[in-house]
Nanobody, 117 residues
Framework: QVQLVESGGGLVQPGGSLRLSCAAS????????MGWSRQGPGKQRELVAS???????NYADSMEGRFTISRDNAKNTVYLQMNSLKPEDTAVYYC???????????WGQGTQVTVSS
């Protein structure tokens, strides 16, 4: 019953910006942590950012100051604003929902972000 659908990825030059969106269904948005993860070519999956139902945010060190996660509870949507993008940010970005001790319970299909000149 839980579905996460990402959008907003694409090709951008270094230093540019993109905003990713994730539309959530399944009646879990208002009461659970949401987040973004990514996996670049030849790399492990890593957490990008998370946000609680109360709006408390957490970022990976390499993303803090460049990326901003936010949520609109009325629209059941979580966003990731990405600024000052670097080639190493190239990855498939996944929307996540429901934090557990084993990781994220739910994953979207992902949206490709490519940073290249």
């Amino acid at each position: 019953q839980v579905q996460l659908v990402e959008s907003g990825g694409g090709l951008v030059q270094p230093g540019g910006s993109l905003r990713l969106s994730c539309a959530a269904s399944g009646n879990i948005f208002r009461t659970h942590v949401m987040g973004w993860s990514r996996q670049g070519p030849g790399k492990q999956r890593e957490l990008v950012a998370s946000i609680t139902s109360g709006g408390i945010t957490n970022y990976a060190d390499s993303m803090e100051g460049r990326f901003t996660i936010s949520r609109d509870n009325a629209k059941n949507t979580v966003y990731l604003q990405m600024n000052s993008l670097k080639p190493e940010d190239t990855a498939v970005y996944y929307c996540n929902a429901v934090r557990t001790r084993a990781g994220w319970a739910y994953w979207g299909q992902g949206t490709q972000v490519t940073v290249s000149s």
